[in-house]
């Protein structure tokens, strides 16, 4: 008996799921990474915030825009926005992703004393930082906890890759989001 019961609750699981990923549902999600949950060669932990929404295109496969901010110590805040994609696995809420995103890191200008060869006196001196613009593709996998009909708590592994500074601005880490997926599109073809 406790195996049947098993046996039909696991069914309509897989039937609940089966509808979570339908064509036509729409997605906002949210995710935070940080406090040593990333690695890059310049800084060993940042913090990052990331909004995204997302267009189930078919069943199964997502289209997604984001937005992010990201601050580490010492450096600049760096700010941004790209496009990608999801392919949710066998309805079970695993998913893989890619992405290309344009990021944007500000010059950082700084003051340091130095002394006038000339007068011999003290004298502050502001330096101005670069900026720095890259294109950083990304791939992720990830699981949609559905803690509800239509809100997942999503944990994510990622990797960036930098075409601009591989050492030091590639990085990778662990992203805890939240996702909600919305109505479905009633226009059924």
């Known amino acids: 008996m406790k195996k049947i ?10 039937v609940a799921a089966n509808a979570q990923f339908e064509q036509g549902k729409q997605y906002i999600g949210a995710s935070f990474s940080g406090f040593d949950l990333g690695y890059s060669g310049l800084t060993k932990g940042r913090v990052n ?3 995204k929404v997302g267009y189930l295109l078919w069943d199964n496969i997502m289209a997604t825009a984001q937005l992010s901010y ?21 309805q079970n ?12 890191m500000g010059g950082q200008s700084y ?8 007068s011999l006196q003290a ?21 949609a906890f559905f803690v509800s009909r239509t809100v997942t708590i999503e944990p994510e592994l990622y990797y960036e890759q930098s075409f601009k500074n591989h050492k030091d601005y590639s ?3 662990l992203r805890i989001g939240i996702g909600v997926y919305l ?3 009633q226009r059924k073809n």
């Open 70 to 90: 990201e601050k580490a110590k010492d450096t600049p805040a760096a700010f941004s926005c790209g496009i990608g994609g999801r392919y949710y696995i066998v």
């Open 111 to 118: 003051t340091t004393y130095d002394v006038d060869p000339v």
């Open 49 to 51: 915030v990331q909004g």
């Open 5 to 14: 019961a098993l046996f039909v609750m696991a069914l309509m699981m897989s």
């Open 183 to 185: 109505f479905s599109d």
């Open 93 to 104: 809420g695993l998913y893989l992703g890619a992405s290309l995103a344009y990021k944007y």
């Open 171 to 173: 990085n990778f880490g």
């Open 123 to 143: 004298r502050e001196v502001t330096i101005d930082g670069d900026s720095y613009n890259d294109f950083m593709p990304s791939i992720q996998v990830g699981y």
